[in-house]
C-alpha cells in the first residue's frame, strides 16, 4: 500500500462544478502540500498546511491530521482549471517528500 | 515564473550517450532536489543537495550522478541512456533542507524541466 494515496485518480466534470480531491495518508507528517502541474508539464506548489484550512482565490485546502487525511475543493471550476493535482507529504521520519500519484482533472466547457 | 532555472528545456540523444541537466534554483535558496517523471507517471524523487552536500538519495540509478556547486546550481548527469531513461527532469529548490522544518521555508519550487527523449 502506498505511503501516499490519491482518490480519484481521474476526474472529468463540467464548467461550474464544485470538486473535491483526496489525499489520504499513513505516516506522521510535519506539513501535507498540494501542487498542480499544466498539461505542459509546468509544477507549481499550490499549498502548504499542518492543520485546518487554508484559501487562495477558487482552491480551499483543508487538513485533519487525527484522520490523516486532506481535501483539495475547487469552486466554480473552469476548463483552464484542468491539470493534475498532486499531494505530497512532508514525513517526520525524513527530509524528503513522499507523494501521491496525482489526480488528473479535466473540466469541460 | 518559480525563479528556477532549468536548461535545456529539450534534449534528444541516442542510446548509450551522456548528457548533462543543469538547474538554477531560486536567489536564497540552498537545497536542491531532482524529480524523474515518466510518461504518465508520478514524480520519483531522485536525489536532494543542500548548500553544496548530497542530503539525500531516493530512487536514482548508478549511471546517474548530481552535485551541487559552490555557486549552488546543480548538474545531474545521465550516462548510458537507455531508451527508458526518456522522461522529464524537474528540478526544484527550497530554503530549507525539508522534513521537519514548517513554513514558507519549506515549500519546493519547481523548474519548467528537461524533456529528455532518447532514441
Known amino acids: 500500500k502506498n505511503e501516499v494515496e490519491q482518490s480519484p485518480q481521474n476526474l472529468t466534470a463540467q464548467e461550474g462544478e464544485f470538486i473535491t480531491i483526496n489525499c489520504s495518508y499513513s505516516?506522521?507528517?510535519?506539513?501535507l502540500h498540494w501542487l498542480q502541474q499544466h498539461p505542459g508539464g509546468g509544477i507549481v506548489s499550490l499549498f502548504m498546511l499542518s492543520s485546518g484550512k487554508k484559501k487562495h482565490g477558487r482552491l480551499i485546502a483543508t487538513i485533519n491530521i487525527q484522520e490523516k487525511h486532506s481535501s483539495l475543493h475547487i469552486t466554480a471550476s473552469h476548463p483552464r482549471d484542468s491539470a493534475v493535482y498532486i499531494c505530497a507529504v512532508s514525513p517526520y521520519s525524513n527530509y524528503q517528500l513522499i507523494w501521491g500519484a496525482g489526480t488528473k482533472l479535466i473540466i469541460k466547457p | 515564473d518559480s525563479g528556477v532555472t532549468q536548461t535545456p528545456k529539450h534534449l534528444i540523444t541516442a542510446t548509450g550517450q551522456r548528457v548533462t541537466l543543469r538547474c538554477s534554483p531560486r536567489s536564497g535558496d540552498l537545497s536542491v532536489y531532482w524529480y524523474q517523471q515518466s510518461l504518465d507517471q508520478g514524480l520519483q524523487f531522485l536525489i536532494q543537495?543542500?548548500?553544496?552536500?548530497?542530503?539525500a538519495k531516493g530512487n536514482i540509478l548508478e549511471r546517474f550522478s548530481a552535485q551541487q556547486f559552490p555557486d549552488l546550481h546543480s548538474e545531474l548527469n545521465l550516462s548510458s541512456l537507455e531508451l527508458g531513461d526518456s522522461a522529464l527532469y524537474f528540478c526544484?529548490?527550497?530554503?530549507?533542507?525539508?522534513?521537519?522544518?514548517?513554513?514558507?521555508?519549506?515549500?519546493?519550487?519547481f523548474g519548467a524541466g528537461t524533456r529528455l527523449s532518447v532514441l
Open positions: 526544484a529548490s527550497s530554503v530549507s533542507p525539508g522534513g521537519r522544518l514548517l513554513g514558507a521555508k519549506n515549500i519546493q519550487y
Open positions: 505516516v506522521g507528517i510535519s506539513a
Open positions: 543537495y543542500y548548500n553544496g552536500e548530497e542530503r
